[in-house]
């Protein structure tokens, strides 16, 4: 490693973000973006955004905290001229802002992105929304549940007999999330050749779209009829085995896609006098008697104890996974020794578990996480200290409730 690399720290280290984001699509954007380096400033309403007041609520605190670590908090009012004013001056000195409202809700407060990129041509403006800016569904409202809906996500969770359910996590959300944090990326890597920012933008229902590929084949194959809910079958119904099958105390998820894998679950079976069986001779004859493969594979499993199981199907090298539960994966050795996943002491919620980036930087450790804070906290570091106001003036803003 030359002393150049050696000297090298988080890639983000030096850009300057405006955090207008809400819920988990734009916070979980400028997450990825804190943990890479960049200084975040959240902006907040006086009141606090949608996911902080949601923390009245059970748990729901808890996913606050995941989402906006290692950031700074300010509180705006941008429905009074003085806020979009001192927005105005933020975006002068900033690199980045990203949002997630409604299309037009930022030109309806005067501070939409032709307003800005005049204050600011370097700017790269990242929007995030259910449907994108253009096109005759802009103005649906989207929330996770609504474009895993319209998205087709919905229509092909579940089983075949059964109503439509709803994907658990919420894919769609930070689905948008992620292509926003590339779409930012890109745009920025132009900007250092060109000098100049743009708007970037990223549809939810697009992101999604592309995870519905194995879906979309049996469509295609089907002669665009629309196919069946396939439950834990491969979304194509194109693998077997492909399933979640029992064990004596659980579910285990099993794949296999190349002869490898199927002749290494027969000999774990013990079954290897089904290499000539006609009817499980390849992929293609495996997936036309695709409920006896299952019917066998199933009859294996459900006698033997999960744990056990896992580490007989390991030593052969059979694709499989516990089906283990959320408590389990919270606890995961694995991800609490690569820092994915760490215990922190946090000053509003006491002892949690957060999440670092799935992003990781060679030369550099995982960003030490800093608990998210009290709403406002920050408000006089950035108006005072980055901003310059007095602290004169910072009394007047609260007086005037812009802060």
Request: charged share 25%; net charge neutral; with cysteine.
């Amino acid at each position: 490693m030359t002393q150049q690399e050696a000297a090298r720290g988080y890639p983000l280290a030096g850009l300057t973000v405006i955090d207008l984001g809400q819920i988990y699509n734009g916070p979980y954007c400028t997450f990825l973006m804190a943990m890479a380096g960049a200084k975040i400033i959240k902006i907040e309403a006086r009141g606090g955004e949608n996911l902080r007041r949601r923390g009245v609520v059970g748990g729901a605190a808890l996913p606050f905290a995941m989402l906006n670590s290692n950031k700074n908090f300010a509180t705006l009012n941008l429905k009074t001229e003085r806020g979009r004013e001192l927005l105005r001056a933020m975006v002068r000195k900033g690199d980045v802002l990203v949002e997630n409202f409604a299309p037009g809700a930022m030109e309806r407060l005067g501070v939409g992105y032709e307003t800005l990129r005049e204050i600011n041509p370097r700017l790269i403006y990242g929007s995030g929304s259910g449907y994108g800016l253009s096109g005759p569904n802009r103005n649906y409202p989207a929330m996770d549940l609504t474009v895993q809906a319209m998205a087709g996500i919905m229509n092909v969770t579940g089983f075949a007999d059964r109503p439509p359910v709803k994907a658990g996590p919420a894919l769609c959300d930070f689905f948008g999330g992620v292509h926003l944090y590339g779409a930012i990326m890109t745009a920025l890597y132009e900007r250092e050749k060109t000098g100049i920012g743009r708007l970037v933008e990223v549809s939810m229902q697009e992101a999604v779209y592309a995870s519905l590929s194995s879906n979309l084949g049996l469509h295609y194959s089907m002669g665009n009829a629309v196919p069946p809910r396939t439950g834990n079958r491969h979304g194509g119904l194109a693998e077997a085995p492909y399933n979640v099958y029992p064990t004596r105390d659980g579910h285990i998820a099993i794949i296999c896609v190349n002869e490898t894998h199927w002749k290494s679950l027969l000999k774990a079976m013990q079954r290897e006098d089904l290499l000539v069986d006609p009817r499980f001779a390849d992929l293609k004859r495996r997936v036309e008697h695709m409920d006896e493969v299952d019917e066998l594979v199933a009859g294996f499993t459900e006698q033997q104890p999960k744990k056990a199981l896992f580490d007989l199907l390991m030593g052969h090298r059979v694709p499989c996974a516990p089906v283990r539960d959320l408590d389990e994966v919270v606890n995961d050795a694995h991800m609490h020794a690569r820092r994915a996943l760490e215990w922190v002491e946090h000053p509003m919620y006491g002892r949690v578990c957060l999440p670092n980036s799935p992003l990781r930087f060679e030369g550099v450790e995982p960003m030490p996480i800093r608990p998210s804070a009290e709403l406002g906290r920050d408000n006089r570091s950035i108006y005072g200290d980055w901003l310059g106001l007095s602290d004169g003036d910072i009394e007047q803003l609260i007086e005037q409730e812009v802060i």
